[in-house]
């Protein structure tokens, strides 16, 4: 009888996936029937209520589209050059995606030592996915901030949607969108 090894990570992912999402998408249609009746029954009201959270919300979806595209658009070009810090964030994020430790061999650690300073791991962490994606680059390291930056928009409207009202909330976020060197994302134009 041969034995089955896990050799690494991937094999457990893949062995996850075979065991929990491939069940779901075999017996999906059952699954829901049996789960969610009551959902089934209002599946056409789902989407009639989607299309008009969409035509509702369509200055805010376009300001949004835009967030991303200005701050994703010269992301390797614009600020030229690769700061230190920036290197430091990319280069732990390596480290923790390919050994599980930091550039001093912490494991998983709470702060990151750098240059005689600590750098703030939520950061670091959020770097991972995007460097496991597109490769330990400038437009990896520096899309974890395009995204921060274009949710802070997103919270603007939210915040002045919830104080003021929605159109308030929209003037905030465009004006959010175009504030260059905000403090979340430096690198909008």
Known sequence: MRKFYIRNISDTTLLLFVAFFVPLVKYKKNLREYLYPKCVKAKGKVFQINRLWLTNNSYLMAIIFLAIFLRVIFLNEVPNGF??????????????????????????????????????????????????????????????SALFGTLTVLFTYFLA?????????????????????????????
């Open 161 to 189: 949607k919830e104080l003021f009202h929605k159109r308030v909330g929209l003037w905030a976020a465009l004006f959010w969108l175009y504030l260059p060197g905000s403090p979340v994302q430096p690198y909008c134009f």
């Open 83 to 144: 700061y230190s810090d920036e290197a430091s964030i990319g280069y732990n994020a390596y480290s923790i995606l390919k050994t599980g430790k930091d550039e001093h061999g912490m494991l998983l650690p709470l702060y990151f030592k750098a240059f005689g300073e600590y750098k703030n791991p939520v950061y670091i962490y959020s770097a991972i996915p995007f460097i496991k994606i597109f490769g330990l680059n400038e437009f990896a390291v520096r899309l974890t």
